[in-house]
């Protein structure tokens, strides 16, 4: 049972929120112009690793706001906890998002392509 | 004849003047407050207590506490019994009844016990060997095993008995009030830290309870106790949970402590168990330590049981374990039960060391005392059926492996044993901390933390009392400091003085007359019957990892999960493969530490708090009217209402006819509602529903088709545009929760940039859904301030007004392809909306209809129910539903992965319909469709029928389907074989009635 420090109400048991998986996949601005392939790493393709691990929580039970934690799956110790829409801020969550496959993915260039460009969404800045 | 004949005249911390009768397998019996159920038996001189699991071999109390392997009994009576009941942690309490477990038909005589001559074919791992082929009999197989292997029964009904959670917080979370944990206790409590102590036992104390003549501080260690007990029960931080146990450590120093409180304790309709639920920011564990038997010739006979097992009865209950106790050891430690039985007058025939030259200042007392000790020997057999009467002893050679004189008998009744102690790692184990293997202590000890715990005492390996004291004070002072008190605490720990210990000695399988892996009865562990011969052979057989040799043996399973056993199995399984034990490596410790009873993780939420139930305004009506309800989501919902007399089928008929024949009436207000607000509402619509949205005028309404982003159905509902930034969402009834949450992550995680606003109003509107030719004849008389003709009040619109009497939003929609309207006013108005329609239809022979009429409506339309054609791999192509799906908008949740190569397949599974060759034949919904009958399974299996009624209107039985390919079908016979006959149908179209749509507007 994890206690997670959710940024809006402090330290809650983990029974309180919903996990929501891998953090930092940002929607294609225009997934038309993208292979099947490419679409597939968005839509379907996501870590496991043994280690640290940012991901998105939401506080489902209590103030229903979405935000992002580093954590290690080994250990389940919570190394940070930050807002959505905003970037790891620890030395170990800036290395983890750096390292992460989908920063050279195809899928995630589309979607932090300027706008303009035929795409319908607008850059929520959710990167 | 004496009652009580094995208690001892004086001693022990029983209320001698508190007697308490008992029953014993029928046997009445009688015991003090104070006692265990064990303790009293072993007054009693009652030793068999039970028959083990694989030989029904006659066992008996071995242990003291939560380690005992063998005195298993079902307490109580009807629906509150409870299997498997470790008699050494019952509290006695006047009127308990226990009965033995796994006997038939008594414990004396016990036909199972036949296994024991067959045991030569009933082997290690024999379960998998034997009972493979053929694979018709496994069920078979598995009732048998079952019958014989059993411990317990299960009640059976349901738990009369009570239930409760508790939730806490602390600083600091004691685990076990033995010195180790009292000194914690006290150490943090005196510095201001939030503590709460838990210990299994009605006392605290511990080992202190049941050892004499140690001193703490210069005062008799239960004195010691009595005033720490006292000082923390006065400080207003501390809680003491006695009789509770720690029994799960989990992440982030969240643990479990069940905490009994039935026996002595309960009061009239007190809960049984309290399940505590603890996050505590620092943890000490001091669960101490179990005792180790020794693995020796026919070790398992009723009578020869632990040595702190032998001194705790003596001592702690006055009660001995037999006239004549011979005691077996490898250590020091014995010599204290042999002293303490010697003092209190028991006759101890042997003190049988295996070390060659046993030397200490406790060795010395007892030959002081006059007690024979026999140096290098070991006790190579036993006699005695129901309980021992002799032991065999003699000398062995230097290694330990054989004997080096000839075997001499000693009579007793009873025999102690020690093989050494081992360190409860359990929680640490469980906290994630791996146990590392300790030489010098012979004995698994917690390694690094891997969360904010610190052991001490005699489950971190400590071996002396003042260690003991010393550890636990240090870890409670720390855990203080650790979370912020440093108010002023003892400087020193309690100080205890004791005689230095010589050195124990190692021996995993003492030899007997023939070679332990080779015959004799050389138990390891006996509550799963598991001797070293066994673990010999699954050594040979390959299974040589440490948990393998758990799974094939079952060393190590079962109720006590090895608390005895463990280290003895793995060591002997060191042995044969010549590995050393940490190379051998220890099972994973898993939750909980001792057996818990279900009923206390159920708590409360049982029966109708299980889950919550939600009920519409309009619910005591239907009640009133006779309804039947059916669960949809958590709601309860009308299902149909029968008339007198009326079969299901035929209320359902006439409720689908009344809605298209004069005016039906069906309580809609579960069906999940979204209020969408936000300058930016109709463009988030648009990226979330496939259709288009942006001009949808006010006032108006759409159907909306939702997708998850890989392009599957998710759900769908009509939504009504109140103004420009305003939009009324509806949900299917189980989906709208998720709809919410969906909306909601969209909103957050990837467009915050939108100014929208998504909050539930399911709760806020009561919705009746007037359906019918009628309908507008009925609604009119109740509503004076709309129009409802057709040119002015069209379909898929909404008109705000008054009906009967009440502010309502009136919605022009329909799910039945009737002309229809759906009343929404304010849920405290619901109730009377519903009997105004009602009172007012009268004359239009109103009928209200429920969930199956609505869903039998539907189908002849050929509307999906989302969840019923769909199941999340249903896209609206494969629905048919195309049209629903913008070719214009350049992106929608969903869109792209509606183009990728799978979805394009020809061969998806396609809704289809589905007639019957018999149409009086309802097809069951989910059953699997095939396009050729084979004799026998398997077939190719081409999809299944989702949606099957008998259609009134039609004059038949419809159905809908998912099958490949299936537009490509339409006309071609397909056939649904079922376990007795095979039905034949054709494939249609998924619509049945009213084709040309001309029943809308009435």
Known sequence: MLLIDCPWCGPRDDAEFHYGGEAHIVRPRDPAALSDEAFAEYLFLRQNPRGLHLERWSHAQGCRRWFNILRDTATNEVVEVYPMGERPRSEAGRAAYAANWRRDSEAERNALAPAGNGGAAEDGGAA | MNAQPYRLESGGRIDRRAPLRFRFDGRALEGYRGDTLASALIANGVHTVGRSFKYHRPRGILGLGAEEPNALVQLGVGNATEPNARATAVELHDGLVAASQNRWPSLAFDVGAVNTLLHRLVPAGFYYKTFMWPQSWWLKYEYLIRRAAGLGKAPPGPDPDRYDKMHAHCDVLVAGGGPAGLAAALAAGAAGARVVLADEQAEFGGSLLGDPGREIDGAPAAEWVRRTVAALEAAPEVTLLPRATVTGYYDHNYLTVLERRDGASAGAGAPRRRLWKVRARRVVLAAGAHERPLVFADNDRPGILLSSAARGYAVRYGATPGRRVAVFANNDDAYRTALALAERGVAVPAIVDLRPNPAGELVEAAR??????????????????????????????????????????????????????????????????????????????????????????????????????????????????????????????????????????????????????????????????????????????????????????????????????????????????????????????????????????????????????????????????????????????????????????????????????????????????????????????????????????????RYGLMLKEDGMVMDDGVTVRLSENRFHMTTTTGGAAGVLDWLEEWLQTEWPDLDVYATSVTEHWAVAAICGPRSRDLLAELCPDIDLSRDAFPFMSMREGTVAGVPARVFRISFTGELSFEVNVPRRHGLALWEALMAAGEKYGICPYGTEAMHVLRAEKGFIVVGQETDGTVTPHDLGMDWIVSKTKPDFVGKRALSRRDMLRDDRKQLVGLLTEDPEEVLPEGAQIVEAVRPRPPMAMIGHVTSSYNSPNCGRSIAMALVKGGRARMGEAVSVPLARKTIRARVVEPRFFDLEGSRIDG
């Open chain 2, 368 to 701: 002081a005392a006059g007690l024979a000790v026999h140096p290098g020997h070991g006790v190579v057999a036993t006699a005695g059926r129901r309980r021992i009467s002799r032991i065999e002893i003699a000398p062995l050679t230097s290694d330990g492996g054989a004997l080096a004189g000839t075997p001499r008998a000693v009579a007793c009744d009873a025999l102690a044993v020690s093989g050494g102690w081992t360190p409860a790692v359990h929680l640490f184990s469980q906290s994630g901390g791996k146990p590392r293997w300790d030489e010098a202590r012979d004995a698994f000890v917690p390694g690094a933390s891997a969360q904010a715990e610190v052991s001490a005492g005699a489950c971190n390996g400590a071996a002396t009392l003042a260690e003991c004291l010393e550890q636990g004070f240090a870890a409670g002072a720390e855990a203080a400091r650790a979370t912020g008190h440093s108010a002023a605490s003892p400087s020193a720990p309690p100080h205890a003085v004791e005689p230095a210990q010589g050195p124990a000695r190692p021996l995993r399988a003492v030899p007997g007359k023939k070679r332990p892996d080779r015959g004799d009865w050389h138990f390891v562990d006996f509550q799963n019957d598991v001797t070293a011969a066994d673990v010999h052979l699954a050594a040979r057989e390959g299974y040589r990892s440490v948990e393998h040799l758990k799974r094939y043996t079952t060393a190590g399973m079962g109720t006590d999960q090895g608390k005895t056993s463990n280290v003895n199995a793995l060591a002997i399984l060191g042995e044969v493969l010549g590995a050393e034990i940490p190379a051998v490596g220890h099972t994973t410790f898993r939750p909980p530490y001792t057996p818990a009873t279900v009923g206390a993780y159920a708590g409360r939420d049982i029966g109708p708090l299980f889950d919550p139930v939600r009920a519409t305004a309009m619910d005591p009506w239907h009640r009133r009217a006779g309804a039947r309800f059916e669960h949809v989501g958590q709601w309860m919902r009308a299902w149909y209402y029968p008339r007198d007399g009326e079969t299901m089928r035929q209320a359902v008929d006439r409720e689908v006819r009344a809605a298209r024949e004069g005016v039906g009436v069906l309580d809609a207000s579960t069906l999940g509602k979204i209020d969408i607000q936000g300058a930016d509402a109709a463009e988030f619509l648009n990226r979330v529903y496939t259709n288009n949205w942006l001009r949808l005028a006010p006032g108006r309404a």
